[in-house]
C-alpha cells in the first residue's frame, strides 16, 4: 500500500496551492479518503474527507469555503484545492484512506492507510 502525497510548498498569504495524492496497492475506488495536517506543536487535524464516490465531501470549519476535496477514481488520486492560503494553514498534510464504507471518518484514529505528509508554509 502506497499514498505519495505531492504538491506541496512555500506560499504567500492568500495564494494556493494543489496537493495531489496518488494511490496504490489497494482497491482506491472502494476506499473512503481523507486529507488531515499537523502543525508545529499541534495534533494531526481533520482537514476533509471525501466518500468512494465522490458522492459526499466534508471538511472542517477551519477550511470550508477555502479548499476542496476531489477525487479521480481511474487515475487513484485524491486531491485538495487550497485558496486563500492563511498562514495558520502551515502544517504537513497528509492523505489516508479508510477502508470502512458505511461511514466517512473524521478522526485520523478510523484511517487505515496513511501517505508520508507535504510540507505547506504559508507566509505572512
Known amino acids: 500500500v502506497q499514498l505519495q502525497a505531492s504538491g506541496g510548498g512555500l506560499v504567500q498569504a492568500g495564494g494556493f496551492l494543489r496537493l495531489s495524492c496518488a494511490a496504490s496497492g489497494f482497491t482506491f475506488s472502494a476506499t473512503n479518503m481523507g486529507w488531515f495536517r499537523q502543525g508545529p506543536g499541534k495534533e494531526r487535524e481533520f482537514v476533509a474527507a471525501?466518500?468512494?464516490?465522490?458522492?459526499?465531501?466534508y471538511y472542517s470549519e477551519s477550511v470550508k469555503g477555502r479548499f476542496t476535496i476531489s477525487r479521480d477514481n481511474a487515475k487513484n488520486t485524491v486531491y485538495l484545492q487550497m485558496n486563500s492560503l492563511k498562514p495558520d494553514d502551515t502544517a504537513v498534510y497528509y492523505c489516508?484512506?479508510?477502508?470502512?464504507?458505511?461511514?466517512?471518518?473524521?478522526?485520523?484514529?478510523?484511517?487505515?492507510?496513511w501517505g508520508q505528509g507535504t510540507l505547506v508554509t504559508v507566509s505572512s
Open positions: 471525501i466518500r468512494w464516490n465522490g458522492g459526499s465531501t
Open positions: 489516508a484512506g479508510d477502508l470502512n464504507l458505511l461511514k466517512v471518518e473524521l478522526s485520523p484514529t478510523n484511517y487505515h492507510y
